[in-house]
């Protein structure tokens, strides 16, 4: 062959090559779990990014939850499948746990260097690695943004403020965030208002949630029996604020069942005040017509679908005050404040406060007046509609194909 064809076929090769690097290449994501509710926000968002052939979604568990049933339990019912790097951090102090993460994850995000890292909720992780992105100089999109209690000795608070404040990208899921947003100086032009991620997983798994064997496994009825969770530190681990807690509950149990999946943290605190009628459940009897049972934490969809049947939930968890809102369930959020107003003024969520003799008062007027039939016929706060990943995801490509970063630049990177 002519040296000239040779040079022009040479070329061509080249220019074939860059065309199908072009072609293949995908903008890198980190999506981060670390700890139990970050598994049904970043799930659909991943599922998502999937269906996209601009994009690839490296999912990174950084091991803040390391249980079975707290972390891969979940990561299967959601589809998220195996982290493509599980981080190890495990437990620890929340500063050694803080660290642990940002020390591991910033090793990884160098190495790898993604073109976005999204992060969810507010859980030490979120912050953790949230920060990594904004000292590596990379985007960074945060998931459920806004949201503040105004509680500054809950350690989710601080993480949210942080994670906001380094954030590039900020959706939220109700108007008070937004709010909250603009009032700490947060530029407009980066909050978007997408609705409720966690309501995408919740949608998606609602009808395995209903056929879900629990209830008969416990030998509870629908609308006869009320679900019980609590694992904030404020609430556990002093135990004589548990003990008058678990009382409380033990009054509302005479009534109905109380069944109490309950989280490692709560678990030895709770068990060693040695209560009568706070029982473990075994999965070979069903219980009693009355009594706190406890169990170990449910699955998401065994715990979705006995939220679904609940008389009423009592519950100090964020995510659990939008489940139930979305459901319309009656919920009691035992707590002082709330993050997520809108639980409140538009869905079956009551801030009772942290006492317990309140507690008995609020929940015998919620039985009381059989809630649990009038409270079906609402609807759910705007956007929470089982889309918000799709929103999510197309912000995402339109901030990354005009973030300046060239297609050949992040292929160069795959
Ligand atoms: C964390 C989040 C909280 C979230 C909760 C959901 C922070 C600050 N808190 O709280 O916002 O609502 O997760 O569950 O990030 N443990 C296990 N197995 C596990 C995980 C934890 O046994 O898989 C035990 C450990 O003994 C640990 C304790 O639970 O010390 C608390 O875990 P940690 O992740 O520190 O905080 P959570 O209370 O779970």
Redo the contacts with the bound molecule.
Sequence with gaps: MPSHQVRIRESILVVGHCVDCMYKSKFKVFNVV????NMMKMAPITAEMRRHSDLQPVLVHTG????F???QVFLEQLNLGEPDHNLQVG??T?HA?TAEVMRRFGELVHAERPDLIVVA??????MACALVGAKELIPVAHVESGLRSFDRTM??EI?RVVTDSVSDILFTTEASAAENLLHEGIDPGKIHFVGNVMVDSLVYALAAARRSPMRDQLGVRWGEYVVLTL???ANVDDPIRLRATLEAIVKISEDLPVIFPI???TASRALELNIAQMQAWSPSEKVGSSGIWTMPPASYIDFLGLVDSAAMVITD???IQEETTYLGVPCLTFRDNTERPITITEGTNRLIGTNPQNLLREAQAVLARSLRQVSRNYTPPGLWDGHASERIVSIVRNYLAKSGITVSAAAGRV
Excluded: F
């Design positions: 670390g700890a139990r509710p803040q939850h390391y249980d049933a707290m972390s437990s620890g929340h746990q909720g507010d859980v030490n992780s979120t350690p989710e993480n694992h904030r530190p989280h490692p943290r968890s964020g995510g």
